[in-house]
């Protein structure tokens, strides 16, 4: 069982707890109930005019789709992803139904904000995810074809961590976060 830090600055345990593992433990599945509460936290999730602009292809050990997905990892990231319970390939769709607009700037900011809520929902229910884009995205889009408008943006593995959280991990401070985008160089 993960150790849980006092929270940092006050913030939810959920959010000081959370960590990108680099070590998942094979043995754990993510079964259809956490899959189908995973999905739904990202379906609640905020975006511009409600467009819901993202979409997930998913895929478990096991399972027939899993090797479409393994199979395009880039070495860096095939040394830990394949080991979680759960590989989510997350799309977005950038073209405004509806709309004379061909391009949403928006998307992307959308489909983040879904893969926070998964992130918080992963922590609420003792799964880790780490987010990552080291993968071959020609040949993934190739294997996966997408319908027209949708692109792959990145993936998340989730699971159970092996192992705790890095000690003493280091943030920019908030100071620093209101600052920097002014500060001189």
């Known amino acids: 069982m993960r150790r849980v830090p006092e929270p940092a600055g006050g913030i939810h345990p959920l959010l000081a707890g959370r960590f990108s593992p680099y070590r998942f433990d094979p043995s754990a599945a993510v079964d259809d109930h956490a899959l189908r509460l995973l999905l739904e936290a990202a379906r609640w999730a905020p975006s511009a005019g409600n467009s819901q602009p993202w979409g997930f292809f998913a895929s478990r050990p096991g399972e027939p789709d899993h090797e479409r997905v393994v199979r395009h990892l880039a070495p860096s990231s095939a040394r830990w992803a394949t080991d979680a319970g759960l590989l989510v390939v997350t799309l977005t769709r950038r073209r405004v139904e509806g709309t004379e607009?061909?391009?949403?700037?928006?998307?992307?900011?959308?489909?983040?904000?879904?893969?926070?809520?998964?992130?918080?929902?992963?922590?609420?229910l003792g799964l880790a995810s780490h987010q990552f884009r080291a993968f071959d995205m020609e040949g993934l889009t190739?294997?996966?074809?997408?319908?027209?408008?949708?692109?792959?943006?990145?993936?998340?593995?989730?699971?159970?961590?092996?192992?705790?959280?890095?000690?003493?991990?280091?943030?920019?401070?908030?100071?620093?976060?209101?600052?920097?985008?002014?500060?001189?160089?």
């Open 101 to 124: 607009l061909l391009y949403s700037e928006f998307a992307d900011y959308d489909l983040g904000q879904a893969i926070a809520h998964m992130t918080l929902q992963a922590e609420a």
């Open 142 to 185: 190739k294997e996966l074809d997408p319908n027209p408008d949708w692109s792959i943006v990145s993936m998340v593995a989730l699971g159970k961590a092996v192992g705790e959280p890095p000690e003493g991990r280091d943030r920019r401070s908030v100071a620093d976060l209101l600052s920097a985008p002014w500060a001189l160089a």
